[in-house]
């Protein structure tokens, strides 16, 4: 018993004595945060910030400054070196559109104000899919389509649906990456997600399918897997601080500073794109 007493007040001694403690990183240096996109119909925006210090209160601090590049395969300049920058969404955007063709390799570079330069790798344009329908089937939303045969192929698609009775607020964003292993050649291939739609309700369904390469496809899969450990799920909330949560993933793309090839957060993606817009009752 009086061991039990001793413990009980050793205990709350302890907790007495705890003092606030302040987390300082005095050797912090501030590291790139590049993403960037070049689709088929010659869409190209580019998004560069700096991660910040712990003690800070932004998660990072965006560059509206940096010098950016486009390049092409086969041209000795520039295909793009002009961009205005977009303050509300915080990204660079050409001052024109970018001609694409499937096949046609391309890689970006970026200097910022301080004399460092990033670069990504050569990424090819995939060649588009043709989107023939979406179907709800067995409580899964799919995107089918005809899968190009006899070469790896790697899909994203961006489901955003809207109850039909109030078409301007999106009610659900599926967001999903699929490679072709199991449906190789497939006329009527598909990639899907499960979820619940009320039978006697109508959704307008809006899907961006997007053709990817396998640098791309990578760093999606683990962006999703990111964001659903920071939201959690119906079976898992979302704290990454819990003693028994999955490591967050690895989100080093495919670009890396210019001097010595050191990776940095982020990543190039180029992509052809197909949509389709149904209405499912």
């Not at 912090?28 to 088929?40: D, G, H, M, N, R």
């Amino acid at each position: 018993m009086k061991t039990k007493i001793l413990l009980c007040c050793l205990f709350a001694l302890t907790l007495g004595c705890v003092d606030r403690v302040e987390i300082k990183n005095d050797n912090f240096t501030a590291q790139p945060v590049i993403w960037a996109e070049l689709t088929s119909d010659g869409e190209f925006r580019v998004i560069v910030s700096l991660t910040t210090n712990i003690d800070e209160n932004s998660s990072n601090a965006f560059v509206d400054d940096a010098t950016i590049r486009l390049w092409k395969v086969g041209e000795n300049n520039p295909i793009a070196e002009n961009f205005n920058y977009d303050k509300e969404n915080k990204s660079y955007y050409p001052v024109s559109l970018i001609e694409t063709e499937a096949d046609d390799v391309y890689w970006l570079e970026i200097e910022l104000n301080d004399g460092s330069s990033y670069v990504s790798s050569q990424e090819k344009m995939p060649t588009a899919v043709s989107v023939s329908d979406i179907v709800y089937v067995n409580n899964q939303l799919r995107a089918v389509f005809q899968d190009i045969k006899d070469e790896p192929n790697f899909y994203f698609a961006d489901f955003k649906i809207s109850h039909i009775l109030i078409s301007d607020e999106i009610t659900e964003h599926l967001q999903i990456v699929s490679n072709d292993i199991l449906f190789d050649g497939n006329a009527k291939a598909y990639v899907g997600e499960y979820i619940t739609l009320d039978n006697n309700e109508s959704y307008n369904i809006s899907l961006k399918l997007h053709s990817l390469g396998n640098s791309a496809y990578l760093f999606y899969r683990n962006f999703i897997e990111q964001k659903d450990l920071n939201e959690g799920s119906e079976q898992q909330e979302g704290d990454l601080g819990s003693m028994f949560s999955r490591p967050p993933a690895n989100l080093y793309g495919n670009i890396t500073k210019k001097e010595g090839g050191e990776k940095v957060l982020g990543q190039f993606i180029v992509s052809s794109i197909s949509t389709i817009n149904k209405t499912i009752e």
